[in-house]
């Protein structure tokens, strides 16, 4: 046998091998496809931050080609230890990552073939054969693409070819243009060629790090952690405040507090989070102040240290989870209220959202289970009987005025305690 001859049998050897022990995930960018310019910037930002996400996967590798990021995952890495049922499992852990990064649209775990309808059509027996035998699946329809407008055949055919190969290998399946089991879709491009039928979707949004950084106020309940995903799904990097009223609250509140941020943070990455005593100005309010005017203040400082916080950490605005009408903290006049003691925008994502959706939400991101353990927090320490739903400015920055709250706020923040938070 030549040289030349032996060299190709093993690269075919090896090529077989690699179809079969590799998972391949494609990977569509949704709205980052869109931004024109900034295009491949974006795409740059979203395969790193897909790189950050798998690193914890060995044998996975990710990168850019021809417009797609794909993700090459080996079945079993470390010498091919693992049994099925644990590959498979391996297969889902990623495909579950890959789609918790923001600016990913949509993934197809795919299987690679020769860009040859020879190989395609020989690829797609092989699909639907396990489609048939895994599912049940009894109907079929393929949708082809031709990225590679040289490739000799056109859509269309394509697409007959292939679905007359796979009635030829597949005796009991039928074609169903109109509602099959199973699409299949066929993607020619110039080298490969891929065949897959799902479409996972991701949550979409841009890519982390592309839009800012938000100074975050995050309590242990159902909302901000929501409206900080939402921030961070807009391509938002997250640093967070959350306020304590030490002894009132308990140590455990706080530990709730941060398991609640790692879960967060297994989409926006690791974050800082800063951690102040509120009870020194909760006190000083209760002594000087209208009962009535508890929250409202105590909100005020809140935003007013978020916002001392936010400047000397790079952040271009404030986020809350606050929602209209919620609360009487969170009627029109409270909010109002609220933004004038700051000159830093506040964002309030989940502004126009029913509480409903807000916690459906929270339980897709999963963060649901955790914000509804029960602990104390930091608002409900002299929670006034009858809290003022319509405050009025004035009548604030009267009661205020009998406050240090310069110094009140300065002294909270150097008491500050810094957490960093990692993903759970
Ligand atoms: P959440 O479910 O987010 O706690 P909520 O419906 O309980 O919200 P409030 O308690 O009035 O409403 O809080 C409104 C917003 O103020 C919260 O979404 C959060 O952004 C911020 N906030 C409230 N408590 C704290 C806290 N202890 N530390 C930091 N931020 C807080
Ligand atoms: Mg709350």
């Not at 009661?399 to 002294?411: A, F, G, M, P, R």
Request: glycine share 6%; charged share 30%.
């Amino acid at each position: 046998m030549t040289d030349k001859r032996k060299n190709a049998e093993q690269q075919e050897i090896k090529d077989q091998e690699t179809g079969q022990q590799e998972y391949i995930f494609i990977v569509r960018c949704g709205e980052v496809a869109l931004k024109g310019m900034n295009k491949p910037y974006f795409e740059r930002m979203l395969l790193e931050r897909i790189k950050k996400l798998l690193r914890k996967f060995d044998g996975v590798r990710a990168y850019r080609h021809e417009g797609l990021i794909y993700v090459r995952a080996e079945r079993s890495p470390e010498g091919g230890s693992l049994s099925e049922a644990e590959m498979l499992s391996r297969k889902q852990a990623i495909l579950k990552e890959i789609g918790k990064v923001f600016g990913v649209a949509s993934i197809s775990p795919a299987m690679e073939c020769e860009s040859t309808m020879e190989d395609i059509g020989r690829k797609a027996v092989e699909y639907m054969m396990e489609a048939i035998n895994e599912h049940g699946v009894k109907t079929f329809k393929i949708e082809a693409k031709r990225a590679d407008k040289n490739f000799p055949v056109k859509s269309p055919d394509i697409a007959g070819q292939i679905g007359a190969a796979v009635l030829k290998g597949c005796k009991v399946l039928k074609v169903d243009v109109h509602e099959p089991d199973v699409r299949l879709f066929v993607d020619v491009r110039h080298d490969k060629s891929y065949i897959y039928r799902d479409k996972v979707p991701g949550f979409g949004g841009l890519p982390l790090g592309t839009n800012g950084k938000g100074m975050s106020l995050l309590s242990g309940g159902i909302d901000s952690p929501v409206s900080t995903w939402m921030m961070a799904k807009r391509g938002m990097l997250i640093e967070a405040v959350h306020f304590h009223s030490f002894p009132y609250t308990s140590r455990r509140a706080q530990e709730k507090v941060e398991e609640l941020a790692s879960l967060v943070a297994t989409y926006c990455g690791r974050f800082r989070m800063h951690v102040v005593n509120l009870l020194p100005i909760q006190e000083q309010i209760v002594q000087n102040c209208p009962e009535e005017e508890t929250t409202i203040l105590v909100r005020r400082f809140m935003v007013r240290i978020a916002e001392e916080l936010a400047k000397a950490n790079d952040c271009n605005m404030l986020i809350t989870g606050e929602n209209l009408g919620q609360v009487a903290s969170q009627t029109a006049e409270a909010l109002v209220v609220t933004d004038a003691s700051v000159q830093m925008p506040v964002m309030r994502p989940l502004i126009g959202l029913d509480k409903t959706d807000i916690m459906d939400l929270a339980r897709e991101i999963g963060t649901y289970d955790k914000s509804i353990e029960p602990y104390e927090d930091c608002c409900t320490v002299f929670l006034p009987k009858h809290p003022s739903t319509k405050p009025k400015l004035d009548r604030i920055l009267q009661s205020e005025s009998k406050l240090d709250c310069e110094t009140l706020i300065k002294e909270a923040i150097e008491a500050e305690e810094i957490i960093e938070i990692r993903p759970a």
